[in-house]
């Protein structure tokens, strides 16, 4: 009698038709994505066909598997990882972070975001670089002038941080308000970008 | 619903496996990439609550046999044999158990690889090939006896 084992593995095989078949997915998936270091620690970006649908600051957001489970929900559950497809928003992020980008070119895709929070962040994004503005303007730019706390709402929600800069808006009164990445790293933003000391 | 991304990494090892024991070390690689491009463009009708080993391996199969036919039709028989210097195709890399198992009938072949190379249950076994649990048990079972095989614990 002669056992039927387990195949065994050949790691480097496996390790090789993997990354074939990711790249070959990567060209069919609904959803891109990759991990990204930034001076303000781990962001996760991930995009669709149409442009960036995603950038969160990881820990804030609970970690790579709950923002990945939360695109499966809410875009596609056909979600590969293609660092090679990212390149775009990785030079672009790296050069604001290095102070020689002050707006980015990249396509975005605001399918996550609802339809005032779309125009919301449409509002958001024509604020210029170094400037600042508040939740009722944007508000009133969105066509809703009185639904300011709505604006703070969708720009709480901005799938996009940074690439549609939700941190220049501050409270109506002065103060920093709230942020996506938490309001330290809304601080350092703004200190990145002149506003704040 | 899993990421596709995070589903592929816990299948690819048993899948995998399971290509090599099916098809031989060879040609692994070609029914692994058509088995997961397979499931991703399936992957968000797949149905919540059903095993998605099974649901995996089940693809695999499919390929896997579509693989044996493509090998079988490129192996037409002809009156006269050409005068040409043999070579076997696949020297040792298919050398072991499981290449003897390549030789069974398809259904002692399709149980043996699901159950012992893709590690289904016997029921999971008899849903991919559709005949009953009892049936996928006999069709092992043959199997082994047939090339005096044993399963080790």
């Not at chain 2, 397979?38 to 391996?57: D, E």
Request: with cysteine; net charge positive; proline share 7%.
């Amino acid at each position: 009698m002669t056992p039927l084992d387990v195949p065994a593995i050949d790691a480097g095989a496996l390790a090789a038709a993997s990354a074939r078949l990711l790249t070959a997915a990567a060209a069919e998936a609904d959803v891109v994505y990759c991990e990204l270091d930034s001076p303000l620690g781990p962001i996760v970006a991930a995009a669709t066909a149409d442009g960036l649908a995603r950038l969160a600051y990881r820990e804030f957001n609970g970690g790579l598997d709950a923002i990945l489970g939360a695109l499966a929900i809410k875009l596609s559950p056909r979600i590969v990882e293609a660092p090679a497809r990212m390149d775009t928003i990785r030079r672009e992020l790296d050069e604001y972070f290095a102070g020689r980008r002050r707006s980015f070119d990249i396509p975005v895709d605001l399918g996550l975001a609802a339809p005032f929070g779309r125009a919301v962040l449409q509002a958001c994004v024509r604020i210029p670089f170094g400037d600042t503005s508040n939740y009722a303007a944007v508000a009133a730019e969105a066509g809703r002038p009185r639904a300011s706390r709505a604006a703070g709402n969708a720009l709480g929600a901005n799938p996009v941080p940074i690439v549609v800069p939700c941190h220049r808006v501050l409270r109506t009164g002065g103060g920093l308000g709230g942020y996506t990445g938490g309001s330290a790293v809304k601080e350092r933003l703004l200190a990145l970008e002149g506003v704040l000391r | 619903m899993l990421p596709f991304q995070r589903f592929f990494e816990q299948h690819r090892e048993p899948v995998w496996r399971y290509c090599v024991a099916a098809v031989g070390a060879l040609h692994a690689e070609d029914v692994f990439q058509e088995t997961f491009l397979a499931a991703l463009r399936a992957y968000p009708r797949r149905r919540p609550g059903t095993s998605a080993s099974a649901w995996i391996m089940t693809i695999a199969h499919n390929k896997a046999m579509d693989h044996h036919r493509a090998t079988a039709r490129r192996a037409l028989p002809v009156e006269a044999l050409p005068e040409v210097a043999h070579h076997d195709p696949e020297p040792e890399l298919d050398a072991g158990p499981w290449a003897r198992v390549r030789t069974l009938a398809p259904k002692q072949r399709a149980a043996l690889t699901l159950r012992y190379a893709a590690d289904l249950t016997h029921a999971e076994v008899a849903r991919a090939l559709g005949c009953s649990e009892e049936a996928a048990r006999r069709s092992a079972h043959e199997g082994l006896k047939t090339l005096r095989l044993e399963i080790t614990p």
